[in-house]
T-cell receptor, first 114, second 112 residues
């Protein structure tokens, strides 16, 4: 079945540091890929998405590129801020199965220190 | 305007009780979902409804029963609550083929 693997956290960075959160996936078809963010005490918000190979999703300075050859969708940001502290989830939906529900990774907690 | 809303936000109850969580979306989406987030933040799909019809029913105890009175609402009823049901339950909805999902704020259920 489909699965998503994320690097374990927490990831602790200083403000303005470079961020990478690794995400790899397994899917039977051609999935759409997503990064969601969960701020403390809140629900999930879509951060960015990519629907086909080589697409780059970007939002709020975050980027991720859909790499079919390495089955990866790593999240990057050039300069993190304290306000980026949150839990980040990589997820996929497999259009081939028509299942539509998201399969999530285990989440990576990011802590940014001033 | 709240896109996906859930009530209540917090729910504390005793083992053995029956409780319901309500979800409403005003986005005009066709598909709604219930996810469970455990204490380690892991998120797992429980149910999915498309136009009021059940399309996904993961391995969830029979004590959990979703109800969709119309395509804007998906409620979750839980019978005979157990300690292990303590979690945060998220409702979500989606429309397009890229399956971007919009999440509610979550309901934190605590079973004592």
């Amino acid at each position: 079945g489909d699965s998503v693997t994320q690097m374990e956290g927490p990831v602790t960075l200083s403000e303005e540091a470079f961020l990478t959160i690794n995400c790899t996936y397994t899917a039977t078809g051609y999935p759409s890929l997503f990064w969601y963010v969960q701020y403390p005490g809140e629900g999930l918000q879509l951060l960015l998405k990519a629907t086909k190979a080589d697409d780059k999703g970007s939002n709020k300075g975050f980027e991720a590129t859909y790499r079919k050859e390495t089955t990866s969708f790593h999240l990057e940001k050039g300069s993190v801020q304290v306000s980026d502290s949150a839990v980040y989830f990589c997820a996929l939906s497999d259009r081939n199965t028509g299942r539509r529900a998201l399969t999530f990774g285990s989440g990576t907690r990011l802590q940014v220190q001033p | 305007d709240t896109a996906v809303s859930q009530t209540p936000k917090y729910l504390v109850t005793q083992m053995g009780n029956d409780k319901s969580i309500k979800c409403e979306q005003n986005l005009g989406h066709d598909t709604m979902y219930w996810y469970k987030q455990d204490s380690k933040k892991f998120l797992k799909i429980m149910f999915s409804y498309n136009n009021k019809e059940l399309i996904i029913n993961e391995t969830v105890p029979n004590r959990f029963s979703p109800k969709s009175p119309d395509k804007a609402h998906l409620n979750l009823h839980i019978n005979s609550l157990e300690l292990g049901d303590s979690a945060v339950y998220f409702c979500a909805s989606s429309q397009d083929v890229s399956n971007e999902q919009f999440f509610g704020p979550g309901t934190r259920l605590t079973v004592l």
